[in-house]
């Protein structure tokens, strides 16, 4: 796998989606190879300053250290086997990924005036970005299973979460992946003319 450049602008094709897939679409594929963003720290950085990870972390400040990438990684391949094996879930991976939720915990408390809040708890920061991914991957899985998927372009590794009101979403990005697709069919369709 090719390294990624240093921290700075993310390289990745796909961002913004939930951040149990944002974590699995720290590797991708291109015209250049396979790139994987947490092959060093300096990816780590990248991915960790990256505007949705740091919404999706409740803005908790985060360090790229070993220990964190060490977590992710973990974290990474636990998700990576749940998504590709689908139901029913392999022992394994589910066990991979509980392992990493029993890092912190949502505390529910009552705040001020009555009203009912949650605050999350992790006490090691180094597994805070972790636990939100395996967290994260929890509620995707108790919403909307079914809107989880692979693109549709074979050759690619990424996911996304189908947020279009009608569920028919195909591609990882319709200007990537999806008019490689429109433009092989129509040169398939102009070639048995």
């Known amino acids: 796998m090719q390294q990624s450049t240093g921290a700075g602008a993310d390289p990745r094709p796909l961002t913004g989606e939930p951040l149990a897939l944002d974590l699995l679409n720290t590797r991708w594929i291109d015209a250049e190879g396979h790139h994987d963003l947490l ?3 300096e990816g780590l950085a990248v991915w960790l300053a990256s505007p949705s990870v740091r919404t999706q972390t409740g803005h908790t400040p985060l360090k790229a250290d070993r220990a964190t990438l060490d977590a992710l990684l973990r974290t990474r391949t636990a998700l990576d086997t749940l998504v590709l094996q689908g139901h029913p879930v392999p022992e394994q991976a589910a066990a991979e990924l509980n392992e990493v939720l029993d890092h912190g915990r949502i505390r529910r408390l009552l705040g001020p005036g009555g009203s009912p809040q949650s605050a999350v708890e992790v006490p090691d920061p180094a597994w805070a970005p972790a636990w939100y991914a395996a967290e ?4 995707l899985v108790t919403e909307r299973p079914d809107r989880i998927r692979p693109c549709a372009n074979d050759a690619c590794v990424l996911h996304f979460y189908d947020v279009s009101k009608n569920g028919t979403r195909r ?15 129509h040169y398939a369709r102009r070639g048995s003319s």
């Open 171 to 185: 591609w990882c990005s319709m200007a990537g992946c999806g008019n490689r697709a429109k433009a092989a069919r």
């Open 39 to 41: 092959h060093s720290a």
């Open 136 to 139: 994260n991957w929890l509620t």
